[in-house]
């Protein structure tokens, strides 16, 4: 049973920083593409950041130069660290592990194999 557990959404100002984290209770968690995706209310889930099984990384252009997404495969974790949030970053975060086919970048959401609950992240104005 594969389970992705996200953490560290909470309610921050304009302007401040948030890292959020998800754990994977995946085997081959190295090998797997995760990566991260939001919903905001009355929106559709959206991609956000993806890192490849090879260290290559990925970002929606909303959040270039903002957001940093980082793994770490001997915690089969991977992490999400948001700067200067705005109150358009507010949605609830979704991780997400693709384990099949992974040589190349595929990062929708019907891409994904495995999703975590999700973690509220609200910003202040």
């Known amino acids: 049973q594969v389970q992705l557990v996200e953490s560290g959404g909470g309610l921050v100002q304009a302007g401040g920083s948030l890292r959020l984290s998800c754990a994977a209770s995946?085997?081959?968690?190295?090998?797997?593409?995760m990566g991260w995706f939001r919903q905001a209310p009355g929106k559709e889930r959206e991609f956000v950041a993806g890192v490849m099984w090879s260290g290559s990384l990925y970002y929606a252009d909303s959040v270039k130069g903002r957001f940093t997404i980082s793994r770490d495969n001997g915690k089969s974790t991977v992490f999400l660290q948001m700067n200067s949030l705005q109150p358009e970053d507010t949605a609830v975060y979704y991780c997400?592990?693709?384990?099949?086919?992974?040589?190349?970048?595929?990062?929708?959401?019907?891409?994904?194999?495995?999703w975590g609950k999700g973690t509220l992240v609200t910003v202040s104005s």
């Open positions: 997400a592990a693709r384990v099949a086919s992974t040589v190349l970048p595929a990062f929708q959401s019907h891409d994904m194999d495995y």
């Open positions: 995946l085997r081959t968690f190295s090998r797997a593409n």
